[in-house]
């Protein structure tokens, strides 16, 4: 695991999961990927853990995939289809561990939850949020989307399509209200109240717990759930190779002026039509 990028405690039988990348955001590279993959499955295999929290350094939960630079990688796959889903599997597989572990895993939610890190979230059994907490998935402004459409089955096909229509963010009473998040404490008190509940999780029977959400997931995967995340992924990989309009002057934006320009380069145009 890379220490540096990802922290891993204990408390009692609560594992404790952070991520550890606030200079970004939390922007979730490679390296972040697999040191938080890594630490969920250990946390899952260890029997003296019965609940997971996963949470973040610094003033935000997770702002998605790291776009800020071209890596050789993203250059080798752009504009090609295959090595794009290729990566996006990678990157869905990462998401769904929450989903498909035994264990119970809560996100801890401060500052903004999004793309990548919205999904993520929402992969999670329980999210408490902050009161500052964001929601939301923008990355459709640069002709991205996904790679997870889980959202439609958190909060319902018309608001959910909404959302992901325009990439709006919404703050974490909306949030509440959708059926996204459980519950919302003050952003002093996140880590206190979030421990607090997952050690009263945790009074219960680990089997219990593993039975109780493994029954869940069985029904969810009955009306095809984890279909559903496939079938997207193969829907939305040709869009990442595609060459858009707007995503082609969105990259040279940004390989010229860097990522803040070419996010307020869209921002301004959705600004001029506001309700």
Known sequence: MTDNLVQHETDGNVAIITMNRPEKLNA???ELRAGVSEALIRADEDKSIH????????RSFCVGYDIDNDTPERA?????ALKWRESLTEDLRFEMI???MRKPVIASVQGHALGGGCELAMFCDITIAAENAVFGEPEIHFSNVGPAIVMPWMIGFKKARELLYFGDMIDAESA???????????????????LRFAKRMALISPEALAHTKLAINRGADAMGFTNAMHAGLDVLAPLYAARTDVGVKFTEIRQKEGLRAALKWRRDQFAQHED
Not at 51 to 58: D, E
Not at 76 to 80: K, N, Q, T, V
Not at 176 to 194: C, D, F, H, S, Y
Request: net charge positive; proline share 5%.
């Open 176 to 194: 509440m209200q959708l059926g996204m998040i459980n519950r919302i404490v003050p952003l002093a008190e996140l880590q206190e109240k979030t």
């Open 98 to 100: 929450p989903w498909y």
């Open 76 to 80: 080798a796959r752009r504009f090609d």
């Open 51 to 58: 609940v997971v929290i996963l949470r973040s350094n610094g």
């Open 28 to 30: 979730v590279n490679h």
